[in-house]
Each structure stands twice: as structure tokens, then as C-alpha cells.
């Protein structure tokens, strides 16, 4: 790997320890790695792999308690592991090595004006001053995007919105022409289009500078697309790092291949099927693990892995990976073979009123707390209008603003709507009790972490509907309460835990235990997967089929991930400020998407394809902002096919029996503005 | 959107909340010992009567002012002494300790009643609600609220009741700031709208799912309440608008001991160390539940 | 900011108004005013002379009314055992208890914040553990205690400083430190709590990857952040000095405002204390209030909300 050159970059058995009051935490026990200059090396793991916490240890940047050690970590040929710390503030960090993180929000100094955060990078490390320090901000905020840059200067990051505020991160990071970017999850916390944006901008920045860059994430498409090198890490280890475009066509360590094999979009997959998952959880990295931190999750481990560190191996040339057995002599990490693709339920084709009639509902709020102070009007849900099938899955798919979470709650019954009604079977909402609509209607929720009350068992948290609603006698609750869990997947031994006492995915699976206990014909899933490591989100997608299978549910499923989508959605409704622009059978949004809006989130999708390279949405960068939504058409601001009467008109559904879309497109414009 | 992706790792399973938090109130030394005091202090409070060697109002002319046992002319009649008006003082001082004892918990869990109420009902309702109580908080901070109580306990009439009347209903308002935080934080998370979706009352939301939460911020104020209403009626007897002679209050006791002070300062330093040390380890308490439950929340 | 002024403004002098109101209430239904004045050993009908001579036989709401135009035109009305006006008497003890909360407060400031930045920049060492162990215990000490202590430390054991009175600078050094050590805790606390926070935030993570050191960062971006809510506090601190410093006052014998609530409650005179009371409560309306504008300035996110 390493050729006669120096590397850019170097890092030799890198290891972080945590003291805890249980003992040492392990974090990050052998990182290595190098990389030469204008290149990108990916760094991917789930979570608790301990990605961020190498990059933190890259710069020295880690917590008072945690100890850094390695062989070797170099930049160029300067020793980094044992220079003084006030060398470190004044020659590499900030100047040489800049570092951009997870969340612009709170990554930015609220109190201070982004011109004073931009020029004080500079003038820190360069006898310059103010004046040439804000010439270059603004040449570099306009080079990453931001209009009316010097104007700009003087605003505060929570005038900004969160792409915005990531592009000031990003300039900040360049002012001082660093040789090497270490982007700690750039994108995680942005919308899917806007990420597609930020990371092509990032490419062309890394093109146009010529800096080398460390990308960490837990998404493979994304660095299947941008990184020219990809590292897997597993509980602290480097376990296979490649060439990209190789370590994708053919990847040796057991757990790369099962990881692609539970992508929802992995090449191959068709929708519907049952996806791969990962056994088991990630063991513990307090003390010392002998043998592969792998071994007690993977397929192929025979006796000696539990007891010796897998040796490192090399697969042609700059391919390393860990593991006892090479090449060729294993079982496909994908089992194609024992997949059953699930017979979805079928679904009411013939024109019989649908399940669920939402018409024309309207919802919006007042912002703005406190008294006497000027209220602003939030308009989340503006018109929509959609039916919702017995036995089908429709996804609900749209960025932040879209009203699909307050749509969400409305269809729950936990939110009124302003205008507009909702039926349920042919009866209004506003006249089936809440007790009524709680056994027929259920929820799924986002977040594992507070969907659960931590002051209850499992089994009470279980029960609880049971109890609520006095289903049977008493006696009997518990025996169902132990088969809802033993049909979810959970063990008999957790039931009298806490939910502190259990994974992330084992929470989700109480949550949809509690959700389908009572049999509700509908269970609405905001965001079910969206908070899980992708291992945990293959085995919960493969219960929320199973689950429909058995009981005849019927979902609606909110998400903004269209691999997810793809996987399982019978039907699809895209949602933009509020409103619906466009709605369809799942194949043929997919295939043919008609509205500008879909296009572009489609496009914004990096499914693992290394030869596609970034993917160009060619949207425009403005916000949606629900404040302030713009005239006529709520997208023409960003669209690439604005005409002059989007902005004057909303534009009129155009409506097939099995599809809709709103856009002027597709509408008879002309007779429309008459 | 920022949710961080969910770990697969499995946390230590071993221990059920409950037991957790035992294992590490036990491990906090400020905790034991404040707990160790306070629980000293109980005891003696309930035991006074037999423990006490003479009747605290009980008078004796002739052996007035007297020196505690360890000086040249004390006595082991006396252990700390008489008073000015030839009472034991080290029978006042325990039965003190039922008076300060009694007024602090009881005058603590009125404004609990009070500042919790108040704090639920504006968190979780929020809007007017919350405004009405705000406003209602901002106004209860610009009363001068020693002030108030002297001039109402005084006026109405110095008694116990009146006592812990007055001081339980002018301190509620650390009960309502941090209840009303701690319920808006807990309004929004989602198994709150999953009761809501299961079809509970609002009223079932708030005992069931919300209370139960919001209980160990609660405490951690109570047992410091406790400490600050024992200092307050002290302060009331010692200016001499609170309880009044012959009730053994410590405030009052330094009060009374404070004109002999150069030439006796045991009158006035017993029932000083006296309270101080009863305060102390409500503190103590106070800040190890504090520690020990959100140790985030240090403050 | 102008529409945020107006309304904080707005919001301070209702709030002074509804203090008085629920004093007035309080105060004339707490005991029998006309009783008071009379004696305890007059009789019904010379109790009933003085009722009607006051005025207190007028609905309360009619009572109030008339006192509330008193203070509008800046009659304050007469105490009833000294019968001066109550302005006078204000004037003549507010300036003994001006200095004093000022001094107190400076001592506070002095020592709670220096500790707590101290404190929040060492963590869980030492230093830490021993400003800590001083909030526990002087947040439990009984500040009039304290200030026997002092005195018999003072005026008998080193009788360098004056224990009693009011009359040299020299006078008010005890008592302020008596008063200010009051607040040191809770100041202390916020201190080093906000401090905490911010140094453990990610945009002070942030500025360390751009290359400042920790004085550099220190100075720079955390204090104007940890000092926001210090602010607050510190108005409120100085607001309550005011009417707390009944007991120092007591204890030290000053002639401040403090001494003058005691007396005029001893002498269950109504009018003076529902004066002071409303003073009390206008001046801590209004530090609030400008602590408030100062917040909004230094803090953008609600300047330009």
C-alpha cells in the first residue's frame, strides 16, 4: 500500500480509550490508514463504531477523560501524536487540517456574527488583517453558495437555515487553504436534497483545492459516490479497507457483505423481499475482546475466532481486510438463496370506498410564544387530499416542512384540522370517539429513545392499551401481552425490563408490540427506521411486513429515505409545504416520476453505485420555509422548469384514476390562468 | 431529522433502574451523610421527650445562666447550660429540633402542592395557561417575600400554624420552575402522543405517564425547600416576628442569647451549629439525589 | 427591539401593580388596621373613632383607589405611629440601604464569579471540590449567625473593624459581607454551571479545530455566552437584597430601610410597610426589566428574533 512517496496523511494502530466507572471503554482499538494528498478516504460504521471519536483523535480533539495512543500519526513528515498542544492550536488545526462537523446549528457560535466567525479562522493563524480576512470570506461564501455573501457577514447562524449554515461551516473550514478536510457526518443532519447539494459542492471543492479528505458516515451510498478509498469500521477496528469501486464489486470481510446485503436498494434486490439482516448486537467495548470483535455475529466463524485476533489479509493490491479465512473459500454473504419474497396482501383494486378518505384538510398553527408578542401564522397541511386502500402500504414521503408529521397526528386524532375531513370506513373523524379511533388507528414512532416511558416495564408499557381500554379480564392480558412480544421478536427473559435495559431495536419492536396489540386496521409509521442503524432497520422492515402479512394491516408509512420506499411502498405520496404534489403506484414514480420535485429527490438518492458520482438535482438552494410560503406554485423558487405563471398560480391537479400530480406541467396552463 | 443513528450495542442489562439508583445513592458520601443527619436529627426529634433531661419551659431563677458541663462552673445537670431564664438548654435545643423540623417539611410540602400543581398545568398546557402562570411567578418574585411573611405572620397572629402557613405559601416558586421545565421537556417526547393515541384522558397522561418523571427533580428541590423554610421561620423568631417565647425556636433562643453573647457565646452558638447542621445535610441530600439521578443537572 | 422594549415594559409595570394590589389585600385583611393604631387596650368605640378618622370603613377597593392616586401624585402617605410622611422616612433610610446592597453585591460578584469560572475551568479537581463544599455550607449558614460570629470575632476577639452603626464606610464592610455571602452559592453555581455547559458545547469544539487554546477560547467565545443567564441572576440577587437585608440590618444595627420594615411591623403600621413593600417590589420590577434589555442586547437570537 504504502509506495515509495510519503502519504499526505498517516496513521499507524491508533487506539482511544475511555475510562468508565464499568472499566476501560475501547473505543477505538486499531485505526490505521494513509492517504495521499487531493484523494478521499470513507470511513463507515454503524453506530458506536467509534468513527467520530477517531476523527476527534486525529486532531486531538477528544474529551479531558479519553486517552489517545498510536504508533505513528503524521502529516506530511511531522510527528502529530507528540507535538505540544500549543504547536497543534497554532500550525495544524485550522490551518493545515480543518474540520467540519455533524450539526451547523449548534457548531456555530450563536452570539457572534458569521463574518466575525469567518475572518477570526483566519486571522488567527495569518498576520493579516480584518479587511483582507473578510475579503477572502467572501469570496469563499460565494464560492460554496450563498447569495448576497457580504451581506451575509453580519448576520447570526439562526438567521440562516441549515444548509446555509453548513455551507458557512464548509468556508469556514477553507479559509486558510487547508491541505486536509476531516468531515465528521457533514450531511446527517440536512434534508435529502439539500445533501446531495453540500456534497457535491464538497466534491468540487476537494477538485478545485486539491485538499485530501477524511468523509465519515454511516451511509454507504454516499461514500460509494465520492470517496476514491473506503474504510469499514466495526466496535473500533478497521475491518476491510479498499478502492472504492473494488471494495463494492467484491468485498471479503463478512460483515462489508452482509452490511450491502441489508440495504434496502443493494443492486439486486427486488422490492418486496425479505431483506438480509445481522444477527446478534455489537459487543460490549468495555475490556478487552479476545479473538474477532466479529466472531459472535458472523456466519462463517469456526472455532479459533473467539479465541485469536483475525490476522490481516490482502485481496489484490490496497485491499485489506481482517478475517481468519481468505478468499474464495466461503459461503455468499448474501443469502440469495433462502429469501421468500412476501405475497403482499391483496390489495382493493376495484373501485369500493377506501379505507381511510382524507379530503381537503387543512392545518395551521400560531408561532411565536409569549404575550403581546406578534404571532406568526405556520400553515403544515394546505389541501391535501388522498385515499388510503385497505391492506396497502402508502409511503409518505417529503423533507422538513411538509406537514407529514402534523398529518400524521391529525390521522391519530391527536391534532384537529382546520378545514377539511377525514373518514374513517365512511365516518368522519370528528365523530368516532377516542377511544374508538385509539383500537382502530396506531402509531409507530421515530424515536426509540422517547416513544417509550422509562418509568415502565415492558410489559406494562405493552399492557397498558389492554388495561386503558378494560379488553377482556385481567388474567388474560398478560397471556397476550406474552404472545404480542414473542410475535415481535422479543425475548421472553426481557419482559420485566426497563427500556434503559435494551437496544434501540429492540425498543422499536415494543413500540410496534404496544402499536398492534389491540389489532387496529391501520398503523401509521412516522419515520419507524429512520433513527436505526441499517442492520436494525432490515430486521424491522422485515416485521412490519411480516406483521401485515399476518394481521391484515394497512400502513402509512412516513419516511424522506426512498430506498426504503422502493422496498416496500405499494403506493406513493410525495409532499411539499403541505401540500400533495403528486401521488402514484410506487413502479411508476420510480420510473417515470412526472413532478419536478420527485425528480429531484430521486435523483438526490446515492444508492451504493460507485461509477455515478455525485448526483446533480439541479433544484435551486432556497429553504422551505412553512412561514412563508412562496406564491403560486410552493416549489417554483427552487424548480428548474419554472415558467412565469408558476409563480402566479397555484397550479390545478392533474388527475388520472391512479395518479395525481400538481404542476403546471402537466396542467392546461393556459386555460387554467384565464 | 438529526436523530442520531441508534446503536446496536445491548447497555449493561444487570440492573433495573431501581437498583441502579440505589447502588449509587449509596456510593455518594455527601448523600449518606446528609441522609445519616437528617435521619439523627428524626430520631431525636421523636425522642425528645424521653431523652430530654428537663422540661424545656421549665424555669429556675436560681440557676440562671449557668456554663455548659465542660467549663470550670458548669455542671452535669446542665449539659449546655441554662438560659437566661434558667431553663435547660440542652432539653430546648432538642425540643428545637422538632419545631424547626416540623415547620421545614410541613411548610415545604405546601408549596410543593402548590408550586407542583401550578407547574404541571402550565407546562402541559401551555399557552394561556402557561402565560396566567408565568405572569402569576414573575409577581410572587417581586414580593419581598421576608418582608410579607413578617408582616402577615405578625399580624394575623404569631402561631405554628400561621408560621408554616405563611412560609409554605410564599415559597413555591422553585417547585413551579422546575416542574413546568420538566414537564414541557417531557410533553413533547413521543410516548406521550403514543398515550395519547392509546386514548388516555389528559388527566391520565399527566399521573401516569408525566409524574412519575418529573419526580426526581421534585425531590432534589424538596429536601432543599425543607432547608430553606427551617432558615426562614429561624429568621422570623429571631426578629422577633415569628414564634414567640417561651416556644423553644432556635431562632429565637439566639435571639434571646444574643444580649450575653460577648460573655456566654454558647447561647448563641449551640442552636447556630444547631441549625446550620440540619441545613447542611438537607443540602447534602439534596445535591447527592440531584447527583445522583441527573447528574446533568448539576446546579 | 424597540416592540420588545415596550412590551417588557409593559409587562414590569403590571407586574408592580399587582404586587400592590395583592399587598393591600393581604395587609388589610391580615389584621384589623384601625385596631392596631387605637391600641390594644381601647375600646370598641375609640377603635370604631379611628376607623372612620382613616378611613378604613371604606370598601377596600375604595381604599386602594385613593392610595393608588396618593402614589401617582407622590403622596405616600403618613406612617401611623411616627406620623411623618412615609416619603419622608423613606428618604432619610433608603440611602443606608442603597449602600449596603451595593457593596454586598459587589462582594458577591467578586467572589462567586472568579470562584465559579475557577471551578468550571478545573472540574471534579480540587479547586472544584472546595468551591463546591463552601456553596453547600454557606448556603446553610443563618446569615443573622453569621453576623453574631462576626461580631463576637470583631468586636471582642480582634476588634478591628466596627461592629455596630452606620456612620463610616467602615461600618458597612461586616454587614456587606454578611449580606453578599448570601448570594455566593447560587452565583457560584450558575456560574460555573453555564461555563460548563458552554465548554462542553460543540461550537467551542468547533473553535478549538479552527486553533485557539484555552485562554484564547476562554475569553473569546465562552464568558459572553456562560454570562447570559449570570445576568439575570445577578438582578435578581441584587433585587432581593433589598428586601433582605431586614436581618443585617437588625444584627448590625444600620439605620437602612430594613430597620424601618421591622419597626413599622412591631408597630403594625399598615401604611409604611405597604410602601415599602411597593417600593421593594418596583425597584426589583425594574432591575429585572433592565436585566432583561441587556440579555437582548447581548444575546442576538432574541434582539433579532
Not at chain 1, 471503554?25 to 478516504?41: E, N, Q, Y
Not at chain 1, 420555509?625 to 398560480?649: K, Q
Not at chain 2, 441508534?6 to 437498583?19: F, H, K, Q, W, Y
Not at chain 2, 458541663?69 to 447550660?81: E, F, I, K, S
Request: hydrophobic share 50%.
Amino acid at each position: 500500500m504504502a509506495t515509495a512517496h510519503t502519504p499526505l496523511f498517516s496513521v499507524e494502530h491508533l487506539r482511544v480509550d475511555i475510562p468508565t466507572a464499568a472499566g476501560t471503554l475501547h473505543a477505538v482499538r486499531d485505526v490505521s490508514f494513509a492517504l495521499d494528498a487531493g484523494k478521499i478516504l470513507g470511513i463507515v460504521g454503524e453506530s458506536g463504531a467509534g468513527k467520530s471519536l477517531t476523527a476527534l483523535a486525529l486532531l486531538g480533539l477528544l474529551p479531558q477523560r479519553a486517552r489517545r495512543s498510536a504508533a505513528a500519526l503524521r502529516l506530511r513528515n511531522r510527528d502529530l501524536l507528540s507535538m505540544p498542544e500549543r504547536d497543534l492550536a497554532a500550525q495544524i488545526r485550522g490551518q493545515r487540517i480543518a474540520m467540519i462537523f455533524q450539526d451547523p446549528m449548534t457548531s456555530l457560535n450563536p452570539v457572534y456574527t458569521i463574518g466575525r466567525q469567518l475572518t477570526e479562522a483566519m486571522t488567527l493563524h495569518q498576520p493579516v488583517g480584518t479587511a483582507a480576512a473578510t475579503q477572502r470570506a467572501v469570496y469563499l461564501l460565494e464560492r460554496v453558495g450563498i447569495t448576497a455573501a457580504a451581506s451575509r457577514l453580519n448576520q447570526y447562524p439562526h438567521q440562516l437555515s441549515g444548509g446555509q449554515r453548513q455551507r458557512v461551516m464548509i468556508a469556514m473550514a477553507l479559509m486558510n487553504g487547508p491541505e486536509l478536510i476531516i468531515a465528521d457526518e457533514p450531511t446527517t443532519a440536512l434534508d435529502v436534497t439539500i445533501q446531495a447539494q453540500i456534497l457535491r459542492l464538497l466534491a468540487d471543492l476537494q477538485r478545485e483545492f486539491g485538499m485530501a479528505m477524511i468523509l465519515i458516515t454511516h451511509n454507504l451510498g454516499i461514500v460509494a459516490r465520492i470517496a476514491d478509498t473506503v474504510a469499514i469500521m466495526y466496535a473500533g477496528e478497521i475491518v476491510e479497507r479498499a478502492p472504492t469501486a473494488q471494495l463494492f464489486a467484491d468485498p471479503q470481510h463478512p460483515y462489508t457483505r452482509r452490511l450491502l446485503g441489508c440495504l434496502p436498494q443493494a443492486h439486486g434486490t427486488v422490492p418486496g423481499t425479505r431483506l438480509t439482516t445481522i444477527p446478534g448486537i455489537v459487543p460490549s467495548l468495555i475490556g478487552d475482546i479476545a479473538g474477532c470483535t466479529y466472531a459472535s455475529r458472523c456466519q462463517e466463524a469456526v472455532a479459533e475466532c473467539a479465541v485469536a485476533p483475525a490476522p490481516s489479509r490482502q485481496h489484490g493490491a490496497q485491499h485489506d481486510y481482517r478475517c481468519i479465512h481468505p478468499g474464495g473459500l466461503r459461503v455468499p454473504g448474501r443469502d440469495l438463496s433462502a429469501r421468500p419474497v412476501f405475497l403482499p396482501p391483496p390489495v382493493d383494486a376495484a373501485p369500493r370506498a377506501p379505507l381511510l378518505a382524507v379530503r381537503d384538510v387543512h392545518c395551521s398553527f400560531d408561532v411565536g410564544r409569549g404575550m403581546l408578542r406578534a404571532k406568526r401564522r405556520l400553515h403544515a397541511v394546505r389541501g391535501v387530499s388522498f385515499d388510503l386502500r385497505r391492506g396497502e402500504i402508502l409511503a409518505v414521503v417529503g423533507e422538513s416542512g411538509c406537514g407529514k408529521s402534523t398529518l400524521a397526528r391529525i390521522l391519530l386524532g391527536l391534532q384537529g384540522a382546520d378545514a377539511g375531513t377525514v373518514s374513517l370506513a365512511g365516518t368522519p373523524l370528528s365523530q368516532i370517539g377516542t377511544k374508538v379511533l385509539a383500537r382502530r388507528v396506531q402509531p409507530v414512532f421515530q424515536d426509540p429513545y422517547s416513544s417509550l416511558n422509562p418509568r415502565q416495564t415492558l410489559v406494562e408499557i405493552v399492557r397498558r392499551p389492554l388495561d386503558l381500554h378494560a379488553v377482556g379480564d385481567p388474567a388474560a392480558r398478560a397471556g397476550q401481552v406474552h404472545e404480542i412480544m414473542a410475535l415481535t421478536g422479543l425475548a421472553e427473559r426481557l419482559v420485566h425490563r426497563y427500556p434503559n435495559q435494551i437496544s434501540g431495536g429492540q425498543r422499536q419492536r415494543v413500540a410496534i408490540a404496544r402499536a398492534i396489540i389491540m389489532r387496529p386496521e391501520i398503523v401509521i409509521c412516522d419515520e419507524p427506521t429512520s433513527a436505526l442503524d441499517v442492520s436494525v432497520q432490515a430486521q424491522i422492515l422485515n416485521l412490519l411486513l411480516d406483521l401485515r402479512e399476518q394481521f391484515g394491516l394497512t400502513y402509512l408509512f412516513i419516511t424522506h429515505d426512498l430506498s426504503v420506499v422502493r422496498h416496500i411502498a405499494d403506493r406513493v405520496a410525495v409532499m411539499y409545504l403541505g401540500e400533495i404534489v403528486e401521488i402514484g403506484d410506487a413502479r411508476a414514480i420510480f420510473e417515470a416520476p412526472r413532478h419536478p420535485y420527485t425528480r429531484a429527490l430521486l435523483d438526490s438518492v446515492m444508492t451504493v453505485n460507485p461509477a455515478a458520482g455525485v448526483p446533480d438535482t439541479r433544484i435551486g438552494h432556497s429553504y422551505p420555509n412553512p412561514l412563508e410560503i412562496p406564491s403560486g406554485c410552493a416549489f417554483h423558487p427552487r424548480c428548474p422548469h419554472a415558467m412565469p405563471v408558476c409563480s402566479n398560480f397555484a397550479p390545478a391537479v392533474s388527475e388520472t384514476p391512479h395518479a395525481l400530480v400538481r404542476c403546471h406541467l402537466y396542467t392546461d396552463a393556459l386555460a387554467e390562468s384565464a | 431529522m438529526t436523530t442520531e443513528s441508534i446503536t446496536a450495542v445491548e447497555p449493561t442489562p444487570d440492573l433495573s433502574p431501581g437498583r441502579a439508583l440505589r447502588a449509587r445513592m449509596l456510593a455518594h458520601k455527601g448523600l449518606c451523610i446528609g441522609l445519616a443527619i437528617i435521619v439523627a436529627g428524626i430520631l431525636l426529634a421523636l425522642l425528645a421527650p424521653l431523652i430530654a433531661p428537663h422540661d424545656p419551659y421549665a424555669q429556675d431563677l436560681a440557676r440562671r445562666l449557668l456554663p455548659p458541663v465542660w467549663d470550670a462552673r458548669g455542671t452535669w445537670q446542665n449539659l449546655l447550660g441554662t438560659d437566661h431564664l434558667g431553663r435547660d438548654y440542652l432539653s430546648r435545643l432538642l425540643y428545637g429540633s422538632r419545631i424547626s423540623i416540623v415547620i421545614g417539611v410541613a411548610a415545604a410540602s405546601i408549596g410543593c402542592l402548590i408550586g407542583v400543581t401550578l407547574g404541571m398545568c402550565a407546562g402541559y398546557f401551555g399557552g394561556r395557561v402557561d402565560e396566567a402562570v408565568s405572569y402569576l411567578l414573575t409577581c410572587q418574585l417581586a414580593l419581598p417575600s421576608l418582608l410579607l411573611a413578617m408582616s402577615l405572620v405578625f399580624l394575623i397572629g404569631p402561631s405554628l400554624f400561621v408560621v408554616i402557613g405563611v412560609i409554605g405559601v410564599l415559597h413555591w416558586t422553585y417547585f413551579l420552575v422546575v416542574t413546568r421545565a420538566a414537564t414541557m421537556q417531557i410533553r413533547q417526547l413521543d410516548y406521550i402522543s403514543a398515550a395519547r393515541a392509546l386514548g388516555s384522558s389528559r388527566w391520565q397522561v399527566m399521573t401516569h405517564e408525566i409524574l412519575p418523571n418529573v419526580l426526581s427533580p421534585i425531590i432534589v428541590i424538596f429536601t432543599l425547600e425543607v432547608g430553606i423554610a427551617i432558615l426562614a421561620e429561624a429568621s422570623l423568631s429571631f426578629l422577633g416576628v415569628g414564634l414567640q417565647a417561651p416556644t423553644p425556636s432556635w431562632g429565637l433562643m439566639i435571639a434571646e442569647g444574643k444580649n450575653s453573647m460577648f460573655l456566654r457565646p454558647w447561647l448563641v452558638i449551640a442552636p447556630g451549629a444547631a441549625l446550620f447542621l440540619l441545613v447542611i445535610a438537607t443540602n447534602l441530600m439534596g445535591d447527592g439525589v440531584r447527583d445522583v439521578t441527573a447528574p446533568e443537572n448539576r446546579n | 427591539m424597540l416592540r420588545y422594549t415596550l412590551r417588557r415594559a409593559l409587562l414590569a409595570l403590571l407586574v408592580a401593580f399587582t404586587v400592590s394590589v395583592a399587598t393591600f389585600l393581604l395587609l388589610h385583611t391580615a389584621t384589623d388596621p384601625a385596631q392596631a393604631i387605637a391600641g390594644a387596650d381601647a375600646d370598641a368605640a375609640a377603635v370604631q373613632q379611628v376607623r372612620v378618622q382613616y378611613g378604613f370603613d371604606r370598601p377596600l377597593a375604595v381604599q386602594y383607589a385613593s392610595w393608588l392616586r396618593g402614589v401617582v401624585r407622590g403622596e405616600l402617605g403618613e406612617s401611623y405611629i411616627w406620623h411623618r410622611q412615609v416619603s419622608e422616612l423613606l428618604a432619610a433610610h433608603a440611602p443606608v440601604t442603597i449602600a449596603l446592597a451595593l457593596s454586598a453585591m459587589l462582594i458577591t460578584v467578586v467572589i462567586a464569579i472568579p470562584l465559579g469560572i475557577v471551578a468550571a475551568m478545573r472540574p471534579n479537581t480540587i479547586i472544584d471540590r472546595i468551591a463546591l463544599t463552601l456553596a453547600v455550607t454557606a448556603q446553610a449558614v443563618p446569615s443573622f449567625w453569621l453576623g453574631l460570629m462576626l461580631i463576637v470575632l470583631f468586636g471582642v476577639m480582634f476588634p478591628v473593624l466596627p461592629v455596630s452603626g452606620d456612620e463610616t464606610w467602615r461600618h458597612f464592610i461586616l454587614p456587606a459581607v454578611v449580606l453578599g455571602a448570601s448570594s455566593v452559592p447560587a452565583v457560584m453555581r450558575l456560574t460555573r454551571t453555564g461555563l460548563l455547559d458552554v465548554m462542553g458545547s460543540d461550537y467551542i469544539r468547533t473553535a478549538r479545530s479552527k486553533g485557539y487554546m484555552t485562554g484564547g477560547i476562554l475569553v473569546r467565545h465562552a464568558m459572553r455566552n456562560a454570562m447570559l443567564p449570570v445576568v439575570g441572576v445577578l438582578a435578581v440577587q441584587l433585587g432581593h437584597k433589598l428586601g433582605g437585608s431586614v436581618v443585617t440590618e437588625s444584627v448590625f444595627a444600620l439605620n437602612g430601610l430594613g430597620r424601618l420594615a421591622l419597626q413599622s411591623i412591631l408597630g403594625s403600621d399598615i401604611a409604611t410597610i405597604q410602601m415599602l413593600v411597593f417600593v421593594f417590589a418596583l425597584t426589583f420590577v425594574v432591575l429585572t426589566f433592565l436585566a432583561d434589555l441587556l440579555n437582548a442586547w447581548l444575546d442576538p437570537r432574541i434582539r433579532l428574533a
